[in-house]
Nanobody, 116 residues
């Protein structure tokens, strides 16, 4: 069974920064990708950022490009998401995920609120 340890998130003002971290463990197959989706009020869950372990390729959703950065963090199967220049529309629940070759596992989610 895959387990997640997520940290970060919280309440910030517009223009400020937050950092999320996510560590995945367990399962029987190696993780190939990790990243985040987010669920914002009134919208479908959308991809935020993804990290491929084999070649360190990063991918971003259009709304966060140039503001968010995903990277490998300390520890095996751990990634971090640096979120800068946060906007009210970034408010939502951020779900960490981890992919194996044929399955996707989800964390419990972390609330991010951007409000003045």
């Amino acid at each position: 069974q895959v387990q997640f340890v997520e940290s970060g998130g919280g309440l910030v003002q517009p223009g400020e920064s937050l950092r999320l971290s996510c560590a995945a463990s367990g399962g029987t197959s190696p993780f190939t990708h990790m990243g985040w989706y987010r669920q914002t009020p009134g919208k479908r869950r959308e991809p935020v950022a993804a990290f491929t372990f084999a070649d360190s390729v990063q991918n971003y959703g259009n709304s966060v490009k140039d503001r968010f950065t995903i990277s490998r963090d300390n520890g095996e199967n751990t990634v971090a998401l640096q979120m800068n220049s946060l906007r009210p529309e970034d408010t939502g629940v951020y779900y960490c995920y981890a992919n194996t070759a044929d399955l996707t596992y989800w964390g419990q989610g972390t609330q991010v609120t951007v409000s003045s």
